[in-house]
């Protein structure tokens, strides 16, 4: 009897001398499908007190306090808010209070954590733990190969290989385009051309690639018959050197024809050369000086080369801009293509085949850790 009047009145004792400390009052946020943890120091005899409240009442999947020498000592699932919970630290050791969120959605709640120590000299009790970094090295066994020898494996295999490659020419366009008047009421003194240059062709003996083009423009019959002069003087002069090419534009792509020859006097026609349909719309609506070109000009006999440079197609923009003569407007557009043709050749060819001898090995597995201990 006298034995638990003593025990009573040392508890009284200590519950009328000690006081609730604080340990934290946080937000804190867990993101979707993860894990919080928050971990902290209790001393032998604490009773630990806490709160926990969601924000907007949104349900945490599970929480936990886990003594992290001795298990788990308490767990809720499916909670929104928790009211003065409490536990008895039976020994002094580190407590782990986990949240999980297996939604897909981010949690946020106020955690408040309490302790009254079992005596007032422990009120200073460190409780926010100091992190060591631990390592531990496990060995997995596993076959290790040796390499005794080589064995030699030959086979034959079919192989593409260039065989001839050439020049081809493509005459894309030669038309006669009547312009009227720019007077006319009709409104065709201009017009629009849309020339397709081609695209690459591969297959697996033929490739065919478009990499240059060049045109010449003429007006009136001042500039037809200086292209019957300028034919006339290339066969001349330059025969043995268009043997292998028909048109006499192909002959100034190439380099062969340096120029042609231009007629005295004529009627002008003039031109834009524009690689994008919107251009069109500027010419339709007489925007002329906003025309986004890569070449243009007005004159009787205009001519240039070009890179295809991945252009399938372009647009020529012509106009008429006498408001008195009409006139024929004579368009040449050559495009040349590389040629190239591919063989199959067979080649001999061989596969070293290593021959292994199997042996066992320690393989040495190294983990990296952080544990939480007592910073007293």
């Excluded at 949690?107 to 200073?124: C, L, Q, T």
């Amino acid at each position: 009897m006298r034995k638990i009047i003593s025990l009573f009145f040392i508890f009284t004792t200590i519950n009328i001398f000690s006081q609730e400390i604080m340990l934290t009052k946080q937000n804190v946020k867990i993101k979707k499908r993860s894990k919080k943890e928050l971990f902290f120091a209790f001393h032998q005899g604490d009773i630990v007190r806490f709160n926990v409240k969601t924000k907007s009442n949104k349900k945490i999947t599970l929480f936990s306090v886990t003594d992290v020498e001795k298990g788990m000592i308490m767990n809720q699932k499916s909670f929104s808010q928790i009211d003065d919970m409490t536990f008895y630290v039976p020994q002094t050791s580190i407590y782990n209070f986990s949240f999980v969120n297996d939604s897909w959605c981010s949690r946020s709640f106020e955690i408040e954590i309490h302790r009254k120590p079992s005596n007032p000299k422990y009120a200073n009790f460190n409780s926010t733990p100091k992190w060591i970094k631990k390592i531990d090295t496990t060995y997995n066994v596993r076959p290790n190969d040796a390499i005794l020898h080589y064995d030699t494996l030959w086979r034959t295999e079919p192989n593409r290989i260039k065989d001839t490659c050439y020049i081809e020419e493509k005459e894309v366009y030669d038309r006669n385009i009547r312009l009227e008047a720019a007077y006319s009421l009709r409104k065709n003194h201009k017009t629009v051309v849309e020339i397709t240059l081609g695209k690459e062709e591969k297959s697996e003996f033929l490739e065919k690639t478009p990499t240059k083009w060049g045109y010449w423009i003429g007006s009136g019959e001042e500039a037809q018959e200086s292209w019957k002069r300028n034919v006339k003087n290339i066969t001349k002069l330059s025969a043995p050197l268009l043997t292998q090419f028909v048109h006499p534009v192909v002959g100034f792509i190439v380099g062969v024809v340096p120029d042609f020859i231009l007629p005295v006097s004529g009627k002008n026609v003039s031109f834009w050369w524009v690689n994008d349909s919107l251009e069109i719309e500027k010419f339709e609506s007489k925007e002329y000086k906003e025309i986004v070109s890569f070449d243009s000009g007005k004159n009787v006999v205009a001519y240039q080369k070009h890179k295809v440079d991945n252009r399938e197609k372009v647009y020529v923009l012509l106009m008429n801009e006498s408001v008195i003569n009409p006139i024929e407007v004579n368009l040449k557009l050559v495009v040349l293509y590389e040629v190239c043709k591919y063989k199959i050749d067979f080649i001999q060819t061989f596969d070293l085949k290593p021959i292994y001898k199997r042996k066992k090995a320690n393989k040495p597995i190294i983990r990296k850790y952080l544990v939480p201990i007592i910073d007293n």
